[in-house]
């Protein structure tokens, strides 16, 4: 009898313990599915304006692009028409996206830059969340500690490949285990200069519309039909991602962002802490949790991305970090996320460079740019091909000679910026009307300081010494002064 009793109690135990684990089996794939894959699509010197969405989507963009599968993209979620990185430089751009933290607070400040060694990035994060994480295409992020990335695809910086990125190894990534969520960052190398991709013969340089803040000239026109035809590659190379997706049934389970990282390779954009600099299309979809075509003026900052992906993965958004979830954004529960943007530009270490801190300030209406070391004279790439009696700027240099007076003046500025500048990026969206010598300013100026001079501190900003500091922050290349 005993040994019936015990015979049965094992059997029982025994059930009860399958059933159990089958329980937590189909929980845990449950749990699997409802996770989401993050795709992250990262473009390279784009202007925001030249994404088919924002072009389209207001009066004083030159409405020249052609990017029909952003376009598509763009109605299938959420638009946002105030999103910015803080440095329009490729290096520290993409680390303080990775990581969460202000370029300054990170370390990886100045172009060619490494991050402080202990600080976590998205791999770390997302790892601990199960997460398979990997990185296709451009890197410029150090050091490997900082950024322990499965790198896949190629980093193709030349005409060659159907991507930039190599969307074979793209898509091994993506088919490879489907049990297991994963994050991939797809840094294409377009539309970084020198802009030989693409087809050009969807570009006529005489119909070009040149951005109001720049100045027409026909070298200019030439140079922007490469720069478009770039463009335009790039959104094929969306699309191409996207029809992976699709044909792998990952659309609805997959959190897709598309951004334009900062501005293109031309005066008043690139090294610039005007929002042709900063400001940063970016536009998210995921099925059924984000509103198709919907559009939000919230400001973010791209130091909100990681947090923000975390808490959509159910998981705990650190609290030593700069950047601020706004999941509530994306899902329709709030309307403001951020009431100012900052800007920090390094101009030591770059390719011709000098010692000339910017920083900078926004709120929805103002911007006040701050130009530290303003005495010397602004120099980089740019100004280097001015030198060489060549690019836009020494063409227009030579309209200005000629007697075009918006020529010479664009000229002028670009070198030798005030201390003070001040905008209202409402009314003068392309910031070409220095406000800050009108009286009426004044106190909304001092408002703009006070809030800049905080966040400097908080971000352990000394201003002129973090730019002498510069190369105590650089990577393999240095080019200090």
């Not at 398979?132 to 992020?141: C, F, M, S, T, Y």
């Not at 049934?249 to 802490?273: D, V």
């Not at 030591?348 to 006040?368: C, E, M, Q, T, W």
Request: some cysteine; charged content about 25%.
């Amino acid at each position: 009898m005993n040994w019936w009793i015990n015979t049965t109690l094992v059997s029982v135990s025994l059930m009860l313990s399958i059933a159990c684990a089958a329980q937590a089996e189909t929980s845990d794939k449950k749990l699997k599915q409802s996770t989401p894959n993050v795709v992250l699509f990262l473009s390279d010197d784009t202007n925001w304006f030249d994404i088919e969405p924002y072009d389209r989507l207001y009066d004083y963009t030159p409405h020249n692009a052609i990017t029909p599968n952003l376009m598509k993209f763009a109605q299938e979620g959420m638009l946002f028409t105030s999103a910015f990185t803080s440095t329009a430089l490729c290096s520290p751009t993409r680390q303080q996206l990775y990581t969460g933290l202000f370029p300054v607070r990170n370390g990886a400040y100045p172009q060619h830059s490494v991050a402080n060694k202990g600080t976590k990035s998205v791999v770390h994060y997302f790892e601990e969340l199960g997460y398979r994480v990997a990185l296709a295409g451009k890197r410029h992020i150090e050091p490997e500690s900082v950024y322990p990335f499965e790198f896949v695809g190629k980093d193709i910086r030349g005409t060659e490949g159907t991507t930039t990125f190599g969307i074979e190894g793209v898509e091994e990534f993506i088919k490879r285990d489907k049990d297991q969520p994963f994050f991939l960052i797809i840094a294409s190398n377009n539309s970084h200069g020198p802009w030989t991709r693409g087809d050009r013969s969807l570009y006529d340089a005489d119909k070009l519309n040149i951005p109001p803040f720049l100045v027409d000239s026909p070298g200019f026109r030439k140079s922007l039909v490469n720069y478009y035809a770039e463009i335009t590659d790039l959104d094929t190379e969306f699309g191409l991602v996207d029809d992976v997706l699709e044909r792998n049934n990952l659309q609805t389970n997959t959190i897709t962002i598309f951004t334009s990282e900062q501005g293109g390779g031309m005066p008043f954009a690139k090294y610039t802490t005007y929002d042709a600099g900063l400001k940063t299309a970016f536009m998210v979809r995921w099925p059924d949790k984000i509103k198709a075509g919907s559009v939000t003026n919230a400001m973010v900052q791209y130091v909100d991305v990681v947090p923000t992906l975390i808490e959509a993965a159910q998981g705990n958004v650190p609290n030593n970090i700069d950047g601020e979830s706004f999941l509530s954004i994306l899902k329709g529960l709030k309307k403001e996320h951020r009431e100012y943007s900052y800007g920090v530009h390094t101009t030591r270490n770059l390719h011709a460079g000098n010692d000339y801190p910017i920083r900078s300030v926004r709120s929805k209406r103002y911007k006040l740019i701050l130009n530290l070391m303003h005495e010397s004279e602004f120099n980089n790439l740019t100004t280097l091909a001015l030198q060489e009696q060549r690019g836009p700027l020494w063409e227009w240099q030579q309209l200005g000679e000629k007697g075009d007076q918006w020529a010479k003046t664009r000229v002028d500025y670009y070198v030798r910026r005030p201390a003070v500048e001040f905008y209202d990026v409402i009314n003068d969206p392309f910031e070409t009307e220095n406000l800050a010598d009108h009286k009426k300013y004044r106190p909304l100026i001092a408002e703009h300081r006070a809030e800049l001079a905080r966040w400097m501190k908080q971000q352990g900003d000394l201003g002129i010494k973090t730019e002498l500091d510069a190369c105590q922050h650089a990577a393999s290349f240095k080019a200090c002064p």
